[in-house]
């Protein structure tokens, strides 16, 4: 399967303070790669290099054999390249309607009728003030507003943050079925037990870097990533 992006040997410097350290990561077609790791390791900050928020000092990142490290954010949006950020960060004080319309764009209401099939919930909900939704309701409507743009590439920081169980099974079903669309997906998670069940491919990062990659099936029952990199502890979903 080819592969749509790809991160090359990728470094990202802030300050004298080495964030990102030769980072390479490959997502294919219609895959999920998921990237683990504890607080505080670079994930978040590898997300960021490649939606154009950071530059890296270092390597590539090459979208449809493109290099888009230097592009600006809205380059690589129209690209086709969007980010559901870490904490959601929807507008909370305009409606559900409103928050999936700015997410489109200049698509408009082309995709809505798309992204409420994926998520009904939201269609119950489309004149609700957002904020006033639950901790899940607010993460669906995050990630469904990314693919008001209908992306190439999804990229999913910590989609389970701050969720109940349930709710973490639930956001995982939802992203199982958004890979079954034809959407490839660069999942960044703290909650190993769910990345894991729905990625194809996983990559364990610590302090900037890769330090255990491989398929996930292979890696579920992997000691090293619980005992050595997350603390001897893995979250757990119902």
């Excluded at 683990?36 to 054999?65: D, P, Q, W």
């Excluded at 190439?152 to 910590?158: H, M, N, R, T």
């Excluded at 099936?217 to 990533?225: G, K, M, Y």
Aim: charged share 25%.
């Amino acid at each position: 399967m080819a592969d749509i992006l790809e991160v090359r040997n990728l470094s990202l410097k802030i300050g004298v303070q080495d964030i990102l350290r030769d980072v390479s990561v490959r997502v294919p077609e219609k895959g999920i790669v998921s990237v683990l790791g504890a607080n505080g390791v670079g994930k978040t900050s590898l997300m960021r290099c490649i939606s154009g928020i950071y530059h890296a000092t270092g390597g590539e990142i090459l979208f449809e054999g493109e290099d888009i490290s230097k592009l600006k954010s809205n380059e690589i949006v129209d690209r086709g390249v969007l980010q559901a950020p870490e904490g959601r960060q929807i507008f909370s004080n305009m409606t559900v309607l409103e928050n999936l319309l700015i997410g489109g764009g200049p698509l408009g209401r082309r995709e809505l009728d798309h992204v409420l099939a994926l998520f009904p919930r939201l269609e119950e909900r489309l004149k609700q003030q957002a904020g006033s939704m639950s901790g899940g309701e607010q993460q669906m409507l995050c990630i469904g507003r990314a693919l008001m743009r209908k992306p190439k590439v999804l990229l999913l920081d910590e989609p389970s943050l701050g969720l109940a169980p349930k709710l973490v099974s639930m956001i995982v079903q939802l992203i199982s079925r958004i890979r079954s669309e034809g959407y490839s997906v660069l999942l960044v998670e703290q909650n190993v037990k769910a990345a894991l069940r729905i990625s194809d491919h996983v990559s364990v990062i610590e302090h900037g870097r890769i330090v255990i990659e491989g398929e996930a099936s292979a890696l579920a029952d992997d000691p090293r990533i619980a005992e050595a990199y997350l603390g001897g502890h893995v979250h757990e979903t119902a």
